[in-house]
């Protein structure tokens, strides 16, 4: 499978695709109930995002993190992260839970919850601080970050307080969380990987 056309498909199709279901959503608005709206809207959100990190950005996503991150190895193009794990990462992880979550607003709302923790931690976190070293520079993602995706986590937090009760932030946590180290166990098992088989052919 190629992969990477794969990715430039969908990721080139997100320019089209993120404004008109946001401009849906905003539209529909009043016809759904809030959290559910909150939940729907993440899915364009995390989509312009994706197009900063992948289309837009002079050095994309996947490069940054494996020449110039604290996650990469400095010099192979696709280590930790190749075609295959960004598909993964983004269209058989992020986006069929944020959609479940939209889905199950309404009877399971710790569901897309789940992924309002896994962009703190990946994103939120990663680009702001994680990526920064020495004096702060640019990474892919960065701006859309800081101007849409934290004060979007904001305010579904503030929101969340209004109705969650206790085992809806412990099972948002637990799945959020979960996830995020699942995809570090995957990343870290690639640097390593990577490692033994340089060492082994020197």
């Known amino acids: 499978m190629d992969y990477g056309r794969i990715n430039h498909f969908w990721q080139s199709m997100n320019l089209l695709v993120a404004p008109i279901l946001l401009t849906l959503l905003i539209l529909f ?13 993440h899915l364009p959100i995390l989509m312009i995002h994706e197009v900063e990190e992948y289309v837009l950005a002079p050095e994309g996503f996947k490069e940054f993190i494996n020449k110039r991150s604290p996650l990469g190895t400095g010099n192979d193009p696709d280590y930790p992260l190749d075609e295959a794990y960004v598909f993964q990462v983004n269209i058989l992880i992020a986006w069929p839970l944020i959609i479940l979550g939209a889905v199950l607003a309404n009877v399971a709302p710790w569901v897309g919850m789940s992924m309002i923790w896994f962009q703190i931690i990946i994103n939120n976190v990663m680009h702001t601080v994680g990526f920064q070293q020495g004096k702060p520079t640019y990474n ?5 970050n800081c101007l849409i995706i934290v004060p979007y986590c904001v305010y579904v937090i503030y929101n969340a307080y209004g109705f969650f009760l206790w085992y809806d932030w412990v099972l948002s946590l637990l799945l959020g969380v979960g996830i995020t180290a699942l995809l570090m166990k995957k990343t870290f098992g690639r640097l390593a990987a990577h490692r033994a088989r340089t060492q082994s052919s020197t």
């Open 29 to 41: 608005k009043d016809n759904i109930s809030l959290w559910m709206w909150l939940m729907a809207i």
């Open 140 to 144: 892919p993602g960065l701006l859309t």
